[in-house]
């Protein structure tokens, strides 16, 4: 069965901290990993990634996929109540355009 | 540029009564998806359309829920007679299947409650 998982569920941290989120996988013929951000709407895209080992970099944000163990991490640096959100790993499969998501890391940035 | 747009925000409703939302998907996009979200359960997908063909509704729960596509433009989904366990966050989100990979945007959602 497909799947995705993210760890933690939930993460409370102090401004200027360093987070890590994790998302590992099992998809059958995985065609490209997404970070999403959700606040109080819409998730909204962050990354895409398809090639191990190359990280994707936004700002503070950075993302990198290892296809051989099946996993993903998200680090957030120098943390801000800003990035409080829930965090959203999905996966999407070759076959028929099918997403999957994991359930989210819910993070609280406490000042 | 316009994102996916969802209709109604919200919706307020009785049990049995039928509910439908709608959602214009991302002009140029031939991919939708319709998505439920709570607590428990987190993001699940329930259908999914590609060049407005219905390709995976594994996801729908029962036959109280129905989705349709008539054109590029416009997707429905339908839930009759509707019950307090449908009360959830419907996500649309839209993409370009293109042969690469693509993104899914996602419209703001409907906040469904059935009393």
């Known amino acids: 069965e497909d799947k995705v998982v993210q760890s933690p569920l939930s993460l409370v941290v102090h401004e200027g901290d360093t987070v890590t989120l994790n998302c590992s996988y099992e998809v059958t013929n995985f065609r490209s990993l997404l970070w999403y951000k959700q606040e109080k709407k819409a998730p909204t895209f962050l990354f895409m990634l398809?090639?191990?080992?190359i990280e994707k970099k936004s700002g503070r944000l950075s993302s990198i996929l290892d296809k051989k163990e099946l996993f993903s991490i998200l680090n957030i640096t120098a943390t801000q109540t800003g990035d409080s959100a829930i965090y959203l790993c999905?996966?999407?499969?070759?076959?028929?355009?099918?997403?999957?998501f994991g359930t989210g890391t819910s993070l609280t940035v406490i000042p | 540029d316009a994102g996916v747009i969802q209709s109604p925000r919200h919706e307020v409703t009785e049990m049995g009564q039928e509910v439908t939302l709608r959602c214009k998907p991302i002009?140029?996009?031939?991919?939708l998806f319709w998505y439920r979200q709570t607590m428990m359960r987190g993001l699940e997908l329930l259908i999914y359309?590609?060049?407005?063909?219905?390709?995976?509704d594994s996801g729908m729960p029962e036959d109280r829920f129905s989705a349709k596509m008539p054109n590029a433009s416009f997707s429905t989904l339908k839930i009759q007679p509707s019950e307090p366990r449908d009360s959830a966050v419907y996500f649309c989100a839209s993409s370009l299947e293109s042969g690469g990979a693509q993104p899914q945007h996602f419209g703001d959602g409907t906040r469904l409650s059935i009393l």
């Open positions: 398809t090639s191990s080992g």
């Open positions: 002009s140029g996009h031939n991919s």
């Open positions: 999905a996966v999407e499969a070759n076959t028929g355009n099918q997403f999957y």
């Open positions: 359309f590609n060049n407005n063909v219905p390709i995976d």
